[in-house]
């Protein structure tokens, strides 16, 4: 797809146009208002395809809890391996700007197969929960408090260290907004263990002097928005002596771990990115 209409689409999903002039911009960018229309649902995530892990799978316990955040009762999926007869060790795991939707439940499913308690908030229980529009997610996610959605992350945390099945070890995973989310965690969780970054803009310097657990970054080579901010977030991590690995997927998009998206989604990428991403956990929580 011409990288300027996955540009385009970045701009717009992360607040800097509005819908009416994304898709003028993007008709003129695909040669018409018809030929806008038909690159749209390629651009947009399709949830119908979420469930790489059935949500019936024998092999998992999954139900939806609550937490208390920030002045809000927080809704969380938690999904977690049915024969395991030990606790887990807990993985939050932290939604993009879209909300708390089948995807990232699908996330959760298959970190509950490697043998996680994943954890799951909605960050958006506050406002009624995650809509099913997309463009309504985003609009509440972007006026959502920046230090009160670091709150109710915060008590993800201690929510996943307590639980009941858990080991008491905690790792969290974020996507894009939720990447972001992540590197915060790191910074400022003293019951965190671990942190997995996918794509996620790092933390403001004072944040990222603080970063105490073990990172891993996952990075796309064409996100030139999140990349520019990456080599300063690797020098405040040296400065603090923090152990992170650091992998950047050349030639993939923002997003290329999302197989909602067929736009950005690469498979050899995001099969990678995954399979890191547990060796990782289970090396640092197990």
């Known amino acids: 797809m011409n990288r300027r209409i996955v540009e385009l689409y970045d701009e717009y999903t992360h607040g800097g146009t509005d819908r009416r002039e994304f898709l003028a911009r993007l008709a003129r960018l695909a040669g ?16 119908a395809v979420a ?10 316990v999954t139900d939806v809890e ?14 977690h391996p049915a ?5 887990c060790p807990a993985v939050v795991v932290i939604h993009e700007n879209r909300g708390l939707n089948a995807h990232i439940e699908d996330v959760a499913r298959r970190l509950a197969l490697a043998g ?15 809509p099913a529009s997309e463009d309504e997610a985003r609009r509440l996610i972007g006026e959502l408090d920046r230090d009160r959605a670091l709150a109710i992350y915060l008590a993800a945390v201690r929510f996943a260290a307590s639980h009941a099945r858990g080991t008491g070890k905690v790792g969290c995973v ?3 907004w939720g990447g972001s989310m992540a590197g915060r965690l790191a910074a400022n969780s003293e019951e965190l263990d671990a942190a997995v970054v996918f794509y996620g803009m ?29 080599p300063a977030f690797e020098q405040a991590l040296k400065a603090a002596g923090v152990r992170y690995e650091l992998h950047t997927y050349a030639d993939v998009d923002h997003a290329f771990h999302n197989d909602t998206n067929a736009a950005r989604y690469n498979s050899e990428a995001a099969s990678l990115a995954w399979q890191r991403t547990v060796d990782f956990l289970k090396k640092e929580l197990v």
Do not use: Q
């Open 202 to 230: 790092p933390p403001e310097a004072a944040e990222a002097a603080r970063v105490h657990v073990p990172l891993l970054l996952n990075y796309a080579g064409l996100d030139t928005r999140i990349n520019e901010a990456v």
């Open 66 to 79: 609550r937490f208390d955040g920030p002045g809000v009762a927080v809704n969380c999926y938690v999904a």
């Open 116 to 130: 996680f308690l994943a954890v799951a908030p909605d960050a958006l229980s506050g406002s009624g929960g995650t």
């Open 174 to 176: 974020g996507f894009c």
């Open 32 to 47: 018409g208002t018809a030929a806008a229309s038909l690159l749209l649902p390629l651009l947009e995530n399709h949830y």
């Open 83 to 87: 024969a395991v007869p030990t606790k």
């Open 51 to 60: 469930a790489t892990v059935a949500e019936d799978d024998p092999k998992l």
